[in-house]
């Protein structure tokens, strides 16, 4: 099909698709003005009753963990996905050992303030992913981003121009180990609440005292599983992407 | 009554959907995808916002009438992180149909007919 011929096929429906969006929004309550119920009766209920002081953590992990499940399963099956797509194929083959390519690559060098930059960044990251995760549940984080700040630290160690470092620090069994073991955990935790005899994925444990990191029952324990699973997602991903760069030829 | 706010959700959906309607590159593509994602955060976040609300965090403030909807809030969250990794698998599907056809160009991805 010409381009021409599909920008004109795409014309018309869209602008009926356009018309129908400002129809519904002028539906929609008046900007500003929230109308719905469940978020003012969250914000009343979350701590009294879930000792959670962060409300959207308390959606997200207690009031509609299922959901939260069903999302973490998609994230899990994308990183299957790029896994089973960057496999080696039939007519590739893997450089003979990473380190006779990064030799053979050494022109490639940095700047040595980037790496100093870089390298003094690792822990940093690594510290304030873990408390952006275990902290989840009583100021904004969580499992989704603090693993994503976890996964930016190891990323450092490659921006620093040591690939294989990188390598050797995330190496590709422990990562699928903890993908797997994140995104099981959650459900584990799920079990727990029908063992104590109570609906899955219910808040069974203690919800010790609003404020405190051991407090909210189940919640610590999810944010962990899910930024295990998150960061051990996204370094995966990053992994299977660096190999296909630097390591793989046909 | 002031809809500017929603507009803005429609104009991201619908220019992100120009964008891969007529996107001649694949990575050009999946960029696009995520602008018409985002507009989809945009409206929930919009549609929990309350005039003057403040965030529906409690650690150092009193539960009050005047926090914003956490509901829409947590979709939007988890869905950013998701939203990354289908963006990942769907560049390595782009990756894989470039190293087959050696163009990134959907109009040349004639392989994928079958």
Partial sequence: ?250 | MDVMPYVLAGWLFVVGLYGIVTSRNFVHLIMCLGVLQSSTYVLLLEVGYKAGGTAPIFFDAKPGPTAVDPVVQALTLTDVVVGVTVAAMLMALALQTHKRTGSLDPADARIMAG
């Fill in chain 1, 1 to 250: 099909m010409k381009a021409r011929t599909r920008l004109a096929l795409f014309a018309i429906p869209v602008v009926g698709v356009a018309a129908l969006l400002l129809w519904s929004f002028a539906g929609l309550p008046s900007f500003g003005h929230y109308r719905g119920p469940y978020g003012n009766e969250i914000n009343a209920q979350a701590v009294p009753r879930r000792h959670t002081t962060n409300a959207v953590a308390a959606v997200n992990f207690d009031y509609r963990g299922f959901d939260t499940i069903g999302e973490e399963f998609i994230l899990f099956a994308a990183v299957m996905g790029v896994s089973a797509l960057l496999r080696l194929q039939r007519q590739e083959h893997k450089e003979e050992s990473p380190l006779e390519h990064a030799r053979a690559h050494a022109s490639t060098e940095m700047a040595d303030s980037v790496a100093v930059v870089c390298m003094g960044l690792v822990t940093p990251f690594v510290l304030l992913g873990l408390y952006i995760v275990v902290h989840g549940h009583l100021t904004p984080g969580g499992g989704f981003q603090g693993g994503v700040i976890l996964a930016s630290a190891f990323l450092m160690v490659y921006l620093a121009g040591r690939y294989i470092t990188f390598r050797q620090l995330s190496p590709k069994g422990l990562l699928d180990a903890g993908e797997g073991s994140g995104a099981g955990g959650f459900v584990l935790v799920g079990f727990v609440g029908m063992l104590a005899g109570a609906a899955f994925l219910e808040n069974v444990l203690p919800l010790g005292q609003s404020g405190k990191v051991f407090s909210a029952g189940t919640l610590p324990v999810i944010n962990l599983s899910v930024g295990f699973e998150v960061g051990a997602g996204l370094l995966l991903v990053m992994w299977e992407f660096l190999e296909q760069a630097l390591m793989v030829r046909s």
